[in-house]
């Protein structure tokens, strides 16, 4: 379609080529009457339409894309399925599922695969692997990547067990879902220990228990034999009554804790005749044992609601002992100390100046936070890494995102979801600049825009390690938390009891410091390790070559090498098998050998083997929520009719495309060869 300006400009141009053309052929000329017409013709049509050309005009084209149905097979690779359900019933339900893709795309249906770990064309070819089973997650992703395309549904197969992610069945999905039940719903003879409670720290030389929960289906009246071990070696043994009329009970293990380091402890339940599975039948406690509590200070300049969140978070855990201060209210008790955590501290009241006095004197590592009583010329003085310079009484309301370069320590999935729901805190508005060596942990999220500015950094010395958090309304991040997970903030509690340990563990002189980014990995997860190298001056130094020895507990070794780089990109392991490692870590610095020791835990937590027994209610209510309906594999060609019967339709799609006219060649060239016509004529005819 072509599309210019109006007919009067149009009525112009023509009136311009219809002036030039009889301007030059109404005198008498020496070709024919009919040559000269034609050559007039020519000169007034080349005219016109170079005058037309000069309006701009464009070309308007319409392009009409049909885009099919999109049916989207999400099946739950999981192990518990693969276990559990009977052999010839889940290859009905995948063999099943291949010819359901078969029929519809012969109906027009554009069919896609996707499985809890990765994308695959037949679902005949799945294998049931996957260590975990997070259903929300897959129908979440599954949501995210056809947005916008025209998803008609999702055929999920599962057995509802679901170990990880949110409840599938209390979330809303904008596209129906048809739910295919595999697994086996009937209760087999079993033994199993679906949980063992216990502190993660231990003191060396007190005693820690493990409470192992023992579960039986088929067993009641029944004695097990319950277990303990450590490297092979038996620790403890019970004999354990299996009461009629229950499912579940537990027994208490009384251990006394060894020599300081990471333990990994083994319960496991002997299995009994007719038992259907023994995976089930062992779990693992990861313990660290330590020397002796960490020595907290908190101090504030004055009582504010974060010094309770705070203290609530600290008081998590079992690894620290705290102490309060506050001027003129709770005075200073003891003068030693691990680590500090200074609350507005220096104020501009001067308050507080005999344990900013004490914490300098000892170099004792420290966490300030910043708020509108600090005084910001004498935090500016400490020498922390970071300089602010607030604009007045000036703040901004932001949240925290964590900075993906930072890996001394790490922030799980559920953490990064929870800080997405935190309420704006206040920081100061103004030039806040970041000194060489600090790491940021943490940048502010004005709204939506995630900014490059510091809220949690690390800096200071290896002699003297001291973080900043600029702000003071932390406290409301812990209360959101803790009102939308069940009085349970464990974000922000991690993330106070991380930074604690961080600042004590670089409380040394270590030229090499090599470190696991996590307390401990899972079996499925990559294992990272991150380094700091210092020249002989403690100045963070770069590029430098390390190597790495793991060695696990059959003391078979691993070597890496790798240097740390300026961006802090930590060494990538791989997933490892279960087990307690113990790493050296080995470089030379400026001329002189370093070396670092340490450990890092592996965990297997079995999560698929602890319920053998389908949930189909579940896969039901997942699909109700969405208007459809719970199938099962041997009502598959039902549910190829049911899809049909939706009626399903293509999308029509149109896009505008908008051409000028002046940029088409074949006009140009049009133009030349009618030009070149007319002077060849003219010229053949004797014209000049």
Same mark, same amino acid.
Request: net charge positive.
């Given at each position: 379609?072509?599309?210019?300006?109006s007919?009067?400009?149009?009525?112009?141009?023509?009136?311009?080529?219809?002036?030039?053309?009889?301007?030059?052929?109404?005198?008498?000329?020496?070709?024919?009457? *009919?040559?000269? %017409?034609a050559?007039?013709?020519?000169?007034?049509?080349?005219?016109s339409?170079?005058?037309f050309l000069?309006?701009?005009?464009?070309?308007?084209?319409?392009?009409?894309?049909?885009?099919?149905?999109t049916?989207?097979?999400?099946l739950?690779? #999981?192990?518990s399925?693969?276990?559990?359900?009977p052999?010839?019933?889940?290859?009905?339900?995948?063999?099943?599922? $291949?010819?359901?893709?078969?029929?519809?795309?012969?109906?027009g249906?554009?069919?896609e695969?996707r499985?809890? @770990?990765? #994308?695959?064309?037949?679902? /005949?070819s799945?294998?049931?692997?996957?260590a975990?089973?997070?259903v929300?997650?897959?129908?979440?992703?599954?949501?995210?990547?056809? &947005?916008g395309?025209?998803?008609?549904?999702?055929v999920?197969?599962?057995d509802?067990?679901?170990?990880?992610?949110?409840?599938?069945q209390?979330?809303?999905?904008?596209?129906?879902?048809?739910?295919?039940?595999?697994g086996?719903?009937?209760?087999?003879?079993?033994?199993?220990?679906?949980?063992?409670?216990?502190?993660?720290?231990?003191?060396?030389?007190?005693?820690? =228990?493990? &409470?192992?929960?023992?579960?039986?289906?088929?067993?009641a009246?029944?004695?097990?034999?319950v277990?303990v071990?450590?490297?092979?070696?038996?620790l403890?043994?019970r004999?354990?009554?299996?009461?009629?009329g229950?499912?579940?009970? !537990?027994?208490t293990?009384?251990?006394?804790a060894?020599?300081?380091?990471?333990?990994?402890?083994?319960?496991?339940?002997?299995?009994?005749?007719?038992?259907?599975?023994?995976l089930?039948n062992?779990?693992?406690?990861?313990?660290?044992?330590?020397?002796?509590?960490?020595r907290v200070?908190?101090a504030?300049?004055?009582?504010?609601?974060?010094? !309770?969140?705070?203290?609530a978070?600290?008081?998590?855990?079992?690894?620290? /002992?705290? @102490?309060? %201060?506050?001027?003129?209210i709770?005075p200073?008790?003891?003068?030693?100390?691990d680590?500090?955590?200074?609350?507005?501290?220096?104020?501009?009241?001067?308050?507080?100046? &005999?344990?900013?006095a004490?914490?300098?004197?000892?170099?004792?590592?420290?966490?300030?936070?910043?708020? *509108?009583?600090?005084?910001?010329g004498?935090?500016?003085?400490?020498?922390?890494g970071?300089?602010?310079?607030?604009?007045?009484?000036?703040?901004?309301?932001v949240?925290?995102?964590?900075? =993906?370069?930072?890996?001394?320590?790490s922030?799980?999935?559920?953490?990064?979801?929870?800080?997405?729901a935190?309420?704006?805190?206040?920081?100061?508005?103004?030039?806040?600049?970041?000194?060489?060596?600090?790491e940021?942990?943490l940048? $502010?999220q004005v709204?939506?825009?995630?900014?490059?500015?510091?809220l949690?950094?690390f800096?200071?010395?290896?002699?003297q390690? $001291?973080?900043?958090?600029?702000?003071e309304?932390?406290w409301?991040?812990?209360?959101?938390?803790?009102v939308?997970?069940d009085d349970?903030p464990e974000?922000y509690?991690?993330?106070?009891?991380?930074?604690?340990q961080?600042?004590?563990?670089?409380?040394?002189?270590?030229?090499l410091?090599?470190?696991?980014?996590?307390?401990?990995?899972d +079996?499925?997860?990559?294992?990272?390790?991150?380094?700091e190298?210092?020249?002989? +001056?403690?100045?963070? +130094?770069?590029?430098? #070559?390390?190597?790495?020895?793991?060695?696990?507990?059959?003391?078979?070794?691993?070597?890496?090498?790798?240097?740390?780089?300026?961006?802090?990109?930590?060494?990538?392991?791989?997933?490892?098998?279960?087990?307690?490692?113990?790493?050296?870590?080995?470089?030379?610095?400026?001329?002189?050998p370093?070396?670092?020791?340490?450990?890092?835990?592996?965990?297997?937590q079995?999560? &698929?083997a602890?319920?053998? !027994?389908?949930?189909?209610?579940?896969?039901?209510?997942?699909?109700?929520?969405?208007?459809?309906?719970?199938?099962?594999p041997?009502?598959l060609?039902?549910?190829t009719?049911?899809?049909?019967?939706?009626?399903?339709? =293509?999308?029509?799609?149109e896009?505008e495309?908008?051409? /000028?006219?002046?940029?088409l060649?074949?006009?140009?060239?049009?133009?030349?060869?009618?030009?070149?016509?007319?002077?060849? @004529?003219?010229k053949?005819s004797?014209g000049v």
């Open positions: 379609m072509l599309l210019s300006a007919p009067w400009f149009i009525a112009l141009c023509l009136l311009v080529g219809l002036g030039y053309a009889a301007l030059l052929y109404s005198a008498r000329a020496p070709w024919s009457r *009919s040559v000269n %017409y050559l007039a013709a020519v000169r007034f049509a080349v005219v339409f170079l005058c000069l309006l701009s005009p464009f070309l308007k084209s319409t392009t009409t894309t049909r885009q099919e149905p049916l989207v097979l999400a739950d690779n #999981s192990q399925v693969g276990l559990f359900t052999p010839v019933v889940l290859s009905q339900a995948t063999q099943g599922l $291949q010819q359901l893709a078969t029929e519809l795309r012969g109906q249906f554009q069919v695969t499985t809890l @770990t990765t #994308s695959t064309s037949r679902p /005949d799945v294998r049931f692997q996957a975990a089973t997070d929300d997650g897959l129908l979440a992703g599954i949501g995210s990547e056809f &947005e395309r025209n998803l008609a549904g999702v999920l197969l599962s509802g067990l679901v170990n990880q992610g949110r409840a599938p209390y979330a809303e999905y904008p596209f129906p879902v048809y739910a295919v039940g595999v086996d719903t009937i209760p087999k003879k079993d033994l199993s220990l679906p949980a063992l409670t216990y502190n993660r720290v231990a003191f060396s030389g007190n005693q820690f =228990p493990i &409470e192992a929960e023992i579960g039986y289906d088929a067993y009246g029944s004695t097990a034999t277990q071990r450590e490297n092979g070696r038996v403890q043994t004999q354990v009554r299996l009461p009629a229950q499912r579940r009970v !537990k027994t293990f009384l251990l006394t060894p020599a300081p380091g990471k333990r990994r402890y083994e319960v496991v339940v002997a299995s009994l005749p007719g038992e259907f599975t023994r089930n062992q779990k693992f406690a990861y313990l660290e044992v330590v020397k002796g509590k960490l200070l908190l504030g300049a004055a009582p504010h609601p974060d010094l !309770k969140a705070l203290r978070a600290i008081l998590q855990n079992d690894n620290f /002992d705290l @102490t309060t %201060y506050l001027p003129g709770s200073l008790q003891r003068q030693d100390f680590v500090a955590i200074l609350h507005q501290l220096p104020a501009q009241s001067g308050v507080g100046a &005999e344990v900013l004490q914490v300098k004197a000892r170099r004792v590592p420290a966490l300030y936070v910043l708020g *509108s009583q600090t005084n910001f004498a935090y500016n003085a400490l020498g922390t970071l300089t602010v310079t607030p604009r007045g009484s000036q703040t901004d309301e949240t925290p995102v964590p900075n =993906p370069s930072f890996t001394r320590f922030f799980e999935e559920d953490a990064l979801r929870r800080f997405l935190y309420p704006p805190a206040a920081v100061p508005f103004g030039d806040v600049r970041v000194g060489g060596g600090t940021v942990a940048w $502010q709204g939506r825009l995630k900014t490059q500015k510091p949690l950094v800096g200071g010395s290896p002699a390690r $001291q973080a900043t958090l600029l702000t309304g932390s409301q991040w812990r209360l959101q938390e803790a939308e997970h349970r974000a509690d991690r993330l106070v009891l991380r930074t604690l961080l600042l004590t563990q670089n409380a040394n002189k270590k030229r410091d090599v470190y696991p980014t996590q307390d401990a990995f +079996i499925q997860d990559d294992v990272t390790f991150g380094a190298t210092y020249n002989a +001056i403690f100045e963070r +130094i770069y590029n430098q #070559s390390i190597t790495l020895t793991l060695t696990d507990e059959r003391q078979k070794v691993r070597t890496f090498t790798f240097a740390n780089t300026e961006d802090g990109a930590p060494l990538h392991l791989g997933p490892l098998p279960a087990g307690l490692y113990r790493y050296t870590a080995r470089a030379t610095l400026g001329g002189q370093q070396q670092d020791r340490g450990e890092v835990l592996v965990q297997a079995q999560l &698929e602890t319920q053998s !027994k389908a949930d189909h209610n579940l896969l039901a209510q997942v699909a109700r929520r969405s208007g459809q309906r719970l199938y099962f041997q009502q060609q039902q549910l009719q049911d899809i049909r019967k939706a009626n399903y339709k =293509p999308v029509l799609y896009q495309d908008l051409q /000028d006219l002046i940029n060649k074949w006009l140009f060239f049009l133009l030349l060869g009618l030009l070149t016509v007319e002077w060849a @004529t003219r053949y004797g």
